[in-house]
């Protein structure tokens, strides 16, 4: 079983761009999850879809953003980088809202790098 | 709100020797608890998880936990570390309901010295 694929793994870009992250799940899972970790802040929660839906929210301004497609996939967008938005982003699956354990998978990261 | 509060930022301990990495969580519905390990330039990997089933928990690696509700810990221990333990060790909690919103202590930073 194909486990959570982020892509791009690495990149790299510049104050004022904006990026858009890629996530596929766990094949079944219905629900994903957005994490940013930095070294100073640890990993924050950004937000989570379920079923197209975003369900919950961290406290991010509204530069961030995502959605999820009707298989699940879900990308999220960093709109007029910062350099302090360099940090790992972390997508996380789980299977549907009835779930009782609420346990997350996660992927391997998107290494953001603003210059 | 729920949250997660890991004492330590780092704990170095020697090979063989006992590894403790303390975690304590604030909750005001029944919690899961979980601990996640994070090796270099990876995502997150589940150790174990306490879902209101036995308070003490094994998991993978050797690793096991305790629940205790009177303390609201949910520490993370192996009785005999080895060299490939070495990772940032992660304790989160969520809510019974299956709610996603899942919540990171600041991490801990294992080294273990040969």
């Known amino acids: 079983k194909a486990g959570v694929t982020q892509t791009p793994r690495y990149l790299i870009k510049t104050r004022g761009q904006q990026v858009t992250l890629s996530c596929s799940p766990i094949?079944?899972?219905?629900?994903v999850s957005w994490y940013q970790q930095t070294p100073g802040q640890g990993l924050q929660f950004l937000f989570e879809?379920?079923?197209?839906?975003?369900?919950n929210k961290g406290n991010f301004p509204g530069r961030f953003s995502g959605r999820q497609f009707s298989n699940s996939r879900s990308e999220m967008n960093v709109s007029t980088l910062e350099l302090g938005d360099s940090a790992l982003y972390l997508c996380?699956?789980?299977?549907?809202?009835?779930?009782?354990?609420?346990?997350?998978?996660f992927g391997e990261g998107s290494r953001l790098t603003v210059l | 709100a729920q949250s997660v509060t890991q004492l330590g930022s780092h704990v170095s301990v020697s090979e063989g020797a006992l590894v403790l990495l303390r975690c304590n969580y604030s909750?005001?519905?029944?919690?899961?608890l979980f601990w996640y390990v994070q090796y270099p330039n990876q995502g997150l990997q589940l150790l174990l998880k306490?879902?209101?089933?036995?308070?003490l928990v094994k998991g993978i690696n050797g690793f096991e936990a305790e629940f205790k509700k009177s303390e609201t810990s949910f520490h993370l221990t192996k009785p005999s570390a080895h060299m490939s333990d070495a990772a940032e060790y992660f304790c989160?909690?969520?809510?019974?309901?299956?709610?996603?919103?899942?919540?990171f202590g600041a991490g801990t930073r294992l080294t273990v010295k040969p």
């Open positions: 909750s005001s519905v029944p919690p899961y």
């Open positions: 996380a699956s789980s299977r549907d809202k009835t779930s009782d354990t609420g346990e997350l998978f």
């Open positions: 094949s079944g899972h219905r629900s």
């Open positions: 879809y379920f079923s197209e839906t975003q369900r």
């Open positions: 306490y879902t209101s089933a036995a308070t």
């Open positions: 989160a909690v969520s809510d019974l309901w299956g709610n996603n919103d899942m919540r």
